[in-house]
């Protein structure tokens, strides 16, 4: 059975641009197309989607995802084998990151003492350990091109909310404009990994609570840090 374009985004959670958008691209295209330009998704179409959007929640930037996907040697269900054990790995690395916080969030007010390697508890930046992996079923070349794509794409995404918040960090921040910008936060945390509303909660405290998160957010604007620590608790509250 085809699926409407409109329905295919009503289900998937994402907008009607965007599926336009992967298309024009070439990453994903419909199986039909009526000659009055409507759009129809097949199941293919679909296993193909839910594909792309796991990439994504691993950070592949679209690019990477088509050439990856273009592969001839591409294959659904070995890639999801791997993608399942990448997930695994790093939901077990989000959820010891966030009792870090939640620890360190105790210490701040002095109700329990941590030692430093509490403190740095979850952060492991030496390996991936997937990444042998997938260089024997991608090669060097596609994992270091692929590895690069993400991290400048996530990077580039991050500098240019934390800049357009900073641009409305004087306005109230339960505001409807500060709210709806404090959202594409709370949707790019969780592209990176998996946050709850309190555990985004937490992390705006963090910002305020810890000076080396607020010299790093407040470089783009003074007084940043507290206005999104103020907003991120406002859109948890409000969402719960």
């Known amino acids: 059975m085809e699926v409407k374009v409109k329905e295919l985004a009503v289900l998937v959670g994402i907008s009607v641009r965007t599926l336009h ?70 939901r077990d690395k989000l959820d010891q990151m966030i009792v870090t916080i939640d620890k360190t969030l105790q210490y701040k007010k002095g109700d329990i003492h941590m030692t430093n390697e ?7 930046f030496s390996h991936n350990p997937y990444e042998q992996e997938a260089r024997e079923h991608y090669g060097d070349k596609k994992v270091d091109e692929t590895a690069k794509g993400m991290t400048q794409s996530l990077e580039d995404e991050t500098n240019n909310l934390y800049r357009e918040l900073a641009v409305i960090r004087y306005t109230d921040p339960a505001s409807k404009e500060a709210q709806e910008a404090i959202k594409k936060w709370f949707i790019l945390l969780n ?50």
């Not at 509490?118 to 492991?124: A, L, P, Q, T, V």
């Not at 963090?206 to 790093?216: A, G, Q, V, W």
Request: proline share 2%; hydrophobic share 35%; charged share 30%.
């Open 191 to 240: 592209k990176i990994g998996s946050y709850s509303l309190e555990a985004f909660r937490g992390l705006g405290q963090m910002y305020i609570l810890d000076e080396r998160f607020t010299k790093n957010i407040d470089q783009f604007g003074d007084g940043l840090a507290q206005f999104m620590c103020e907003a991120m608790g406002r859109y948890a509250d409000d969402h719960q």
């Open 118 to 124: 509490e403190k740095f508890k979850g952060f492991d």
């Open 21 to 90: 958008h992967y298309d024009e691209i070439g990453l994903l295209k419909p199986d039909t197309i009526t000659d009055a330009g409507y759009r129809y998704y097949s199941e293919n179409n679909l296993d193909t989607l839910q594909q792309i959007l796991f990439y994504k929640e691993l950070g592949f930037s679209l690019k990477h995802i088509k050439d990856v996907m273009k592969d001839p040697d591409f294959n659904q269900e070995e890639v999801l084998v791997w993608q399942r054990k990448m997930l695994l790995e790093k």
